[in-house]
């Protein structure tokens, strides 16, 4: 079965600066990855996609991440925080014909 | 506009009540999704349902029962057999299952009073 593990609970950046979120995968096939971002009191939405095709994925907001097979990494990254990055963000992994499995979540805060 | 509504937004239960939780989409889905977000926990997978009348139990099933008698509706019973029923639970959908983008409900945050 697929599982996902989001190494850190909580990150701190300054606005301004680099953002990594980190994210290990398992799976038994090619999965497909996502990363999901949750702003207080709204609703869940994709920021990006991972399907087999170019391992560099570009997303909304200024986001992107890198899947790299031998490490089975999907980390997540942004050049330069904004405040309004601040959320709860997931990473998630799907096999073939099965449902969407999420990790426990990563709590970003940016610091003004 | 299409999407997934779901409701109650808010809902309290007794003790050994069982209480109904709605979830609505008109996007002509095939597969429908329950979550429990906890905490901490992130979104464990309750039911799921990949067309009319079949579903398949999640992770966390036990305490929990659905129906799937219409495409477009795919109600959560949450029992008095679940002990622990304080939660946000969120309906999604997708076109199928599996490598597919999920579209969300608003949630539902339940309490026991």
């Known amino acids: 079965a697929q599982s996902v593990t989001q190494l850190d609970s909580h990150v701190s950046v300054s606005e301004g600066t680099p953002v990594l979120l980190r994210c290990n995968y398992s799976?038994?096939?090619?999965?497909?990855l996502f990363w999901y971002v949750q702003h207080p009191n709204k609703g869940l939405q994709l920021l990006l996609k991972?399907?087999?095709?170019?391992?560099l994925v570009k997303g909304i907001n200024g986001f992107e991440a890198e899947f790299k097979k031998s490490e089975t990494s999907f980390h997540l990254t942004k050049p330069s925080a904004h405040m309004s990055d601040a959320a709860e963000y997931f990473c998630v992994v799907s096999d073939p014909n099965t449902p969407l499995v999420f990790g426990k979540g990563t709590r970003l805060s940016v610091i003004a | 506009d299409g999407g997934i509504t779901q409701s109650p937004k808010y809902l309290f239960r007794k003790e050994g009540q069982n209480v109904t939780l709605s979830c609505e989409q008109n996007?002509?889905?095939?597969?429908m999704y329950w979550y429990r977000q906890d905490p901490g926990q992130g979104l464990r997978l309750i039911y799921y349902s990949q067309i009319v009348n079949d579903f398949q139990k999640g992770d966390i099933a036990e305490g929990y029962s659905v129906s799937r008698e219409k495409k477009e509706s795919f109600p959560l019973t949450v029992t008095s057999a679940q002990k622990n029923p304080t939660a946000f639970y969120l309906c999604?959908?997708?076109?199928?299952?599996?490598?597919?983008?999920?579209?969300f409900g608003s949630g539902t945050q339940l309490s026991v009073l």
């Open positions: 991972y399907t087999s095709a170019a391992t």
């Open positions: 996007l002509n889905h095939d597969a």
């Open positions: 799976s038994s096939y090619s999965p497909s």
């Open positions: 999604a959908s997708s076109p199928r299952t599996g490598y597919e983008k999920l579209f």
